[in-house]
């Protein structure tokens, strides 16, 4: 069976909306994650290398085999596929809750990476099925959504319940989640939302390795490793440079991955009405590289460093949409729209480990955080010149 998806006559969008929904609760076992390292460093006795591998694991999971799930999803159903996968994350992140050691933290964490992959690479051909052709780019503009919605949920969850209730109710509800998000699945999406493809197109993944495809890759690896950056590093910068609480840094960090869900659906609905993903990539990146610079510069006065923030949220919302949105028009046959999904998921993987570890190097180069801000313009040169020698429809 394939993954691609049949073009219905009218949007189902409650289907777009528990797919959302899925990729949300997904989401939120990343968010989760920040507001409670400090606790966990002191509840399990670790070192910063520990957690680091513990943070990175999902990512370098998305990295090493993100294609692979993409070729899984298109040989069955997306929507068992999603469920198994949100319900492997689940088995993880209840493992999670109760664990007594570090060692067994970790090992959620792989469970999860498991779960995580699956569900992150087959929801996009859910969204894409429920949409008619007219809604496709809004649609999966809106799927883009996920993953600023779901960590800007998780330190809310955090900022709640963390200092009264711990760091264990707040993966005890993020784990409830997922579970909700597969009966939502089972309730609001038809199953087997796609058609038979013949022997060869099944047993060709390679044919996806085209130039468009790639280049679409490499601008969201580009675009995966600058996001990573400035949000794990921004509360770190907020504190050390602008000498904020961090109450205060975590608050503002949530508001920066909020304020990318407007833009990731305005991005879907612009491409339904004509415009070029090319001209979308260039004006995104220009904006993220400027608003880094400005962000992470310390001759910068402080109120144009905090509206430089504002600046990276809005203009970082496009690209993940523009990606998503363009699985439509490269799937040139049956079966290519989930091997384009774990191919872009596979991109941003490595960008999400590339990303920290560029920005680690350069700090301590260059002794300062605009050490970060550099990283960012150079890793968004690399996007920029893929994004130019797209062709001008950027299909």
């Not at 289907?15 to 899925?22: K, P, R, S």
């Not at 390292?37 to 910063?48: E, K, N, S």
């Amino acid at each position: 069976m394939d993954g691609t998806p049949q073009t219905p006559d009218e949007t189902d969008w409650r289907a777009v909306f528990a797919g959302l929904a899925g990729g949300i609760a997904s989401a939120l076992q990343i968010g989760k994650v920040s507001g409670a390292l400090p606790l966990l460093r002191t509840d399990f006795a670790t070192g910063v290398q520990t957690m680091s591998l513990y943070v990175a694991l999902i990512s370098f999971v998305a990295a090493a085999i993100g294609f692979w799930f993409g070729t899984l999803t298109r040989r069955f159903d997306p929507r068992r596929v999603s469920q198994t996968g949100l319900a492997i994350t689940a088995v993880g992140a209840l493992a999670s809750v109760v664990a007594p050691s570090a060692g067994v933290l970790l090992a959620s964490r792989a469970i999860e990476a498991v779960g995580f992959s699956m569900t992150a690479t087959s929801l996009p051909l859910i969204i894409q099925a429920a949409a008619a052709r007219r809604h496709k780019a809004l649609a999966l503009g809106i799927w883009s959504a996920w993953m600023p919605t779901g960590i800007g949920c998780a330190l809310a969850l955090s900022w709640l319940l963390i200092e009264g209730a711990g760091w264990r109710a707040v993966y005890a509800v993020a784990a409830v989640a997922l579970l909700l998000a597969a009966v939502g699945l089972q309730v609001f999406v038809p199953g087997r939302r796609h058609a038979t493809v013949d022997r060869a197109d099944v047993a060709a993944p390679t044919a996806i390795l085209r130039p468009e495809p790639l280049k679409v890759t490499l601008v969201f690896f580009s675009f995966s490793a600058c996001s990573l950056i400035m949000l794990g590093f921004l509360p770190t910068i907020l504190v050390d440079d602008l000498g904020m609480g961090e109450g205060t840094a975590a608050a503002i960090t949530m508001l920066a991955a909020l304020g990318m869900v407007p833009t990731n659906v305005l991005s879907g609905w612009l491409l339904d009405r004509g415009a070029k993903a090319r001209t979308l990539f260039l004006l995104s990146l220009a904006g993220i590289a400027i608003s880094a610079l400005l962000v992470t510069s310390s001759a910068v006065p402080p109120a144009f460093r905090l509206a430089a923030i504002l600046m990276f949220s809005i203009t970082t919302g496009v690209t993940p949409g523009v990606v998503w949105a363009s699985i439509t028009p490269l799937a040139r046959r049956p079966g290519e729209a989930p091997l384009l999904s774990g191919l872009f998921y596979q991109g941003a993987g490595l960008g999400q480990v590339a990303g920290p570890i560029a920005a680690g190097w350069a700090f301590v180069l260059v002794a300062g955080w605009h050490g970060a801000g550099w990283t960012v313009a150079g890793f968004v040169a690399v996007a920029l010149a893929a994004a130019v020698a797209m062709r001008p429809t950027g299909e």
